[in-house]
């Protein structure tokens, strides 16, 4: 074996007729490649194309005639046909049924739900053998195909499978096909058809050859055309070489002379401009390889790294002498022939060493450290370096760790290394100290094991597995080519459960068995998939893609099943250590928190949707006022007699259901402040029920405690919830049957469950007999505008969220197709506890002064005009004001006459200036005893449920009625004097309690 190569001289003319007789052939070579490329790109371009053209024609062809033939069988269904009972129809639809033919082996097949085989390859069968008795060849292959059936069969609209199948033209030929499945289940039969999917190849072959055949006579022209150019060029460069010939060779002698020396090129001999600028090149190199050459020795001493310079050509020699022998240099050969390891290292000659390799040795100069070199080896140093000789015999580099003898004895452990440059006599070795590195690595030894205790006893769910074998399975197809993604898993299930099958579970801590609830690791790797659903097998294809891909971690929202069925919602995090043989998985259980953002979702979707609510039902409750209003004063100009009185009467009942249109969209609006009062909830359910189940099917079955606290809420709101839970209980029991209603006290403490803060709530449980609610359509049931009825509005189950929400109570439901629907609600408690039966003092009625002041605010001139006539229909005086400012300066400026207002009537808000809010501060300071109303088509502020708080005395809410107003205004003018004496009375009951 020779380790020194003499390279061969080559002629530069010959070199240049070699090099242009090529580049004329890769000229022309390229051009037939280009050419074939790009037949074949236009090939395979088409064959695709007639592939997925073909492929979704046929899809289609199989999915019309599967449809074609389910509506005929559903229409022999419809009409009463019963095939159990009538064996010769069933056999006379299925014999017609498979006489349908498309394209060479398309037949319409069709099976029972459990397997037995009605229809298959164009024969009808007796419906006594399952698909897999009667195709026995592979049966369980046919098992797991009719599997994949079955599961499309049972999707709503049906849909495609991919597998393979022998053809019937062929029944040596296994092919790939797609067959769309949908499923009777009024028949308990699915209807499939299927259609091979590599019928389109004989064409794609034909073109092929069409092609093959091009592409020969394009070759044969652009050879002809290549010979013909190489004659040509050969022509040429003979004509150009014997005019330069002389000049050449005048050149290369002269360069002969020169060449053994360091001086530069005397440039006054040169005749010939390129040349010259040759020389002027080669003077340069000469100058630069000098100080190179000064630079690499300042660079080898000042390196911090320790450098080693040695001369190996006395050793490439003897190498070269045993491989001429027909020896095989290797360790083995260095172990046999010792004598040979120590005629190599005394022909090894040190050339060189820095600074820093002295210091690490301990010696003190170069020369010392040359005489003193075979004393800093030792049996490891020897064997490191025959291993090394063998890396120089095959032209290799080297890299080891080995051990050295210092000048004091000490032996240092140290990474030896060196780059192979061939034709180099001269090696370079480096010396790393790994004495510290060996230290960490004894450390990292003893930690291994405080990891398996802190792995194990961790609180955290973790999961050790393997992923070295799907690296390389994913490593194969990729070097293929194909692009690695989830839709390519889908495509190809086989490979994927391939995948999964040879993931290696290493180890699964504590916290892990515990969160899914199994006892040991046996248990759990027994039922492996049983933790696995849909989603979870979507995070494993995207495990798989980021392997494939080489990141070495992952992070996704995932869910897996826990042992007792609970579906939990977790994040999977996976971190690769070291390499892909040990991946730590982590879960983390977010399922709590899954249900509170859902909440919080809800909530926020109610926000936006009361935003819109709230503008809509102010601007309506606005208008509404001024219709209400004015069909007011129309009936006070009417006797009842009068014939036109009934339809204003209509149209006023009319408005009162338009008002209670708006209250429900002002339960979404921003603000809809509950205004509270403490009420008795079993009272009010009772009322509530008896009115809304007249005349129904429907039986109640009330059941409280005795001792129920009172319930702290806005009474009117309430109603409206429970009014439409029974209401909506009743229609769903068409047929009739029980609603059962229960409350009981309920004292939560803080943590709880349901997010409630901690104190005494009323729980109340409606549960109905009906017939329930598709679990799809549990998670929306309380979205604005969702509503599972043809009539509903969508509008009743928010509301009641909605409500609920605001009192900073809870509500659940729980329901099933056929088994009903219950809801559980939490609402608090009254600070009081339950007060005894007030008796309250008849208050006797008093009109109010006929001449009284009022000062009405409000931004609407037709709420001002309409307001205006019906104080003044009551004998009032009446003045407007359309701003804050206005009404301000009118009633000090009255305060200091004979005649101030008495009262005033401010809306809530104004646009663009004071509202009531701002309005009563200011007259507040004026007149401590001003009595002021507010009034407002909705509430977006705390005013209108706590309104005495900011000084009024009074609140009426847009629209209302004359007597309404009438009412207010008596009570406002005229004092409560017996509401007072109630208050004082209940205090009075309380403190007894």
Known sequence: MDLVVKKKKVSLIKLIRIWGIAFIIAIGGSLIMFDIINSYLDFYSRSDEMRRAYIANQKQIIKREVENISEMCMMYAKVGIKFDKDKNIQKNLLKTISKIRF??????????????????????????????????????????????????????????????????????????????????????????AGVYLDDIEENII??????????????????????????????SLKLLTNKLINDYRLFVSFFNKKALSNEEINRNHINFVELDRMAVYANKMLTELLKSDKKYKDLFNANPVSLWEEDF?????????????????????????????????????????????????????????????????????????????????????????????????????????????????????????????????????????????????????????????????????????????????????????????????????????????YKDLNELESKNNSILNDKTLETIKNEFIAIAYDKTSFVEESELIRSDGVVLSVIVQFNVIGTYKKILFSIIDITERKKTEEELKKIQMLKSVGTLAGGIAHDFNNILMGLFGNISMAKTKLSKEHQSYKYLEDAESSMNWATGLTKQLLTFAKGGTPVKEDIRISQLIEEIVKFDLSGSNVKPVITYDDNLWLADVDKGQIQQVFSNLIINANQAMPDGGHLFIS?????????????????????????????????????????????????????????????????????????????????????????????????????????????????????????????????????????????????????????????????????????????????????LKIDPDVKAIVSSGYADDPVMANYSDYGFKGIIAKPYLMNELEELLNKVLLGREAERQVGREASRQRGKK
């Not at 164009?122 to 059936?149: A, R």
């Not at 597998?163 to 499939?192: A, H, N, V």
């Open 103 to 192: 394209n060479n082996d398309g037949y319409i097949f069709i099976n029972k739900l459990n397997g037995d085989v009605l229809v298959s390859n164009g024969k009808v069968f007796d419906g006594t053998k399952k698909l897999w008795e009667v195709y026995d060849k592979n049966p369980e292959k046919t098992k797991k195909l009719f599997d994949k059936e079955y599961k499309v069969a049972m999707k709503p609209d049906g849909d495609y499978i991919y597998y393979s199948f022998i053809k019937l033209s062929d029944s040596k030929k296994e092919s790939p096909k797609s067959s769309f499945i949908y499923g009777i289940p009024e028949l308990q039969w699915l209807i499939g």
């Open 743 to 923: 409350i009981e006290n309920a004292n939560l403490s803080e943590g709880s469950p349901i997010g409630l803060e901690k104190g005494k709530y009323l729980k109340i449980k409606i549960k109905d007999e009906g017939t329930g609610i598709d679990k799809k359509h549990i998670d929306r049931i309380f979205d604005p505008y969702f509503s599972t009825k043809q009539t509903g509005s969508g509008l009743g189950l928010a509301t009641v969220y909605s409500i609920i929400n605001k009192h900073k109570g809870y509500i659940q439901i729980e329901s099933s197709l056929g088994k009903g629907t219950m809801f559980t609600i939490y609402l608090p408690t009254s600070k009081y506890e339950q007060a005894e039966n007030i008796e309250v003092p008849e208050q006797k009625q008093s009109f109010i002064r006929q001449n009284a002041k009022i000062l009405i605010m409000d931004d609407e001139e037709v709420l001002l005009n309409v307001t205006s006539d019906m104080l003044e229909s009551f004998g009032f005086l009446v003045e407007t004001a359309r701003d804050g400012k206005s009404t301000i300066e009118m009633y000090e400026q009255a305060l200091h006459t004979d005649m101030p207002f008495d009262a005033l009537i401010m809306d809530l808000t104004i646009p663009g200036g004071f509202g009531g809010k701002d309005v009563i501060k200011e007259l």
């Open 206 to 235: 034909q073109i092929r050859k069409e092609l093959i055949k091009q592409v020969q006579t394009k070759f044969v022209y652009i050879t002809l055309i290549i010979i013909g150019l190489i004659i040509l060029f050969l022509i």
């Open 313 to 517: 050509s006395g050793v490439k020699i003897i190498l070269e002498r045993i491989a001429n022998k027909g020896d095989i240099i290797t360790e083995e050969y260095f172990d046999k022939n010792p004598d040979v390891v120590t005629e190599c290292l005394s022909a090894i000659k040190v050339l060189n060493i820095n600074m820093v390799t002295l210091d690490l040795l301990k010696y003190d100069t170069i020369e010392e450290l040359k005489q003193n070199f075979p004393a800093i080896l030792n049996k490891n140093s020897i064997q490191t370096l025959k291993r090394e000789l063998v890396a120089i015999a095959n032209k290799t580099s080297f890299s080891e760790e080995t051990e050295f003898v210092l000048k004091d004895g000490t032996i240092i452990p140290a990474i030896v290394q060196f780059q192979f440059v061939e034709n180099f006599d001269s090696i370079i070795f480096a010396i790393t100290d790994i004495t510290k590195q060996k230290i960490i690595g004894d450390k990292l030894k003893r930690s291994e094991e405080n990891y398996k205790n802190l792995f194990n006893e961790n609180p955290l769910a973790l999961w050790e597995e393997d992923f070295s074998g799907v690296k390389s399975k994913l490593e194969i197809i990729k070097n293929k080519g194909v692009k690695i993604n989830v839709e390519y898993f889908d495509n190809n299930p086989d490979f994927f459960d391939e995948c999964r099958s040879i993931i290696k579970i290493s180890n699964i801590n504590k916290a892990t068995l515990q969160l899914l609830k």
